[in-house]
Antibody, heavy 119, light 110 residues
Framework: QVHLVESGGGVVQPGRSLRLSCAASGFTFNKYAMQWVRQAPGKGLEWVAVISYGGDNIHYADSVKGRFTVSRDNSLNTVYLQMNDLRREDTAVYYC????????????WGQGSLVTVSS | QSALTQPASVSGSPGQSITISCTGTSSDVGGYNFVSWYQQHPGTAPKLIIYEISHRPSGVSDRFSAAKSGNTASLTISGLQAEDGADYYCSSYSSSNTYLFGTGTKVTVL
């Protein structure tokens, strides 16, 4: 049974950093790309970043490019989202999701981790 | 990177059919056969209900169907049930290695 569990969220001041983790189980982690998607309070879904199964192909949304870094450790079945220079508009629930093929659709999602950027 | 356009809300009575549209451009919806749909109940993570325009994952009710014509995709829910009340999002791969979601549609079962 596929299981994705995000952690690392919390309250952080503008300009500071935070790292989210997503622990995966129930499937062969190193055979799937992984995605990060966020949802601001009361708003819709916004794609954030993707990392290929090997970690060598990475893409970001323009809204986070240069500030966020996605990485993965296949030995730990974990994907990370390092978020630097956080802004109030980054406040959202952050979901990790398994990419079914590559940039096609996301077939399993974690429960989400809330990040609040506030002074 | 603009979101795909969906109606903000759609409603219907139990047993009726409703359709949600999703309009993009030739750089996303119209250019690829990778439109998918997600259902999200309040306080929960999204769930994939349609992939590659019209395919249903295992376990998804056949009351959900979808199609695409040009730059517009659509999701139809037949035999509307109370449990179908949720937010629905379309999505598509977009050129230049980005991914777009729709603006979201709130479905209300009257």
């Amino acid at each position: 049974q596929v299981h994705l569990v995000e952690s690392g969220g919390g309250v952080v001041q503008p300009g500071r950093s935070l790292r989210l983790s997503c622990a995966a189980s129930g499937f062969t982690f190193n055979k799937y790309a992984m995605q990060w998607v966020r949802q601001a309070p009361g708003k819709g879904l916004e794609w954030v970043a993707v990392i290929s199964y090997g970690g060598d192909n990475i893409h970001y949304a323009d809204s986070v490019k240069g500030r966020f870094t996605v990485s993965r450790d296949n030995s730990l079945n974990t994907v990370y989202l390092q978020m630097n220079d956080l802004r109030r508009e980054d406040t959202a629930v952050y979901y990790c999701a398994r990419d079914r093929l590559w940039f096609v659709d996301f077939d399993y999602w974690g429960q989400g981790s809330l990040v609040t950027v506030s002074s | 990177q603009s979101a795909l356009t969906q109606p903000a809300s759609v409603s219907g009575s139990p047993g009726q059919s409703i359709t949600i549209s999703c309009t993009g451009t030739s750089s996303d919806v119209g250019g690829y056969n990778f439109v998918s749909w997600y259902q999200q109940h309040p306080g929960t993570a999204p769930k994939l209900i349609i992939y590659e325009i019209s395919h249903r994952p295992s376990g998804v009710s056949d009351r959900f169907s979808a199609a695409k014509s040009g730059n517009t995709a659509s999701l139809t829910i037949s035999g509307l049930q109370a449990e179908d009340g949720a937010d629905y999002y379309c999505s598509s791969y977009s050129s230049s290695n980005t991914y777009l979601f729709g603006t979201g549609t709130k479905v209300t079962v009257l």
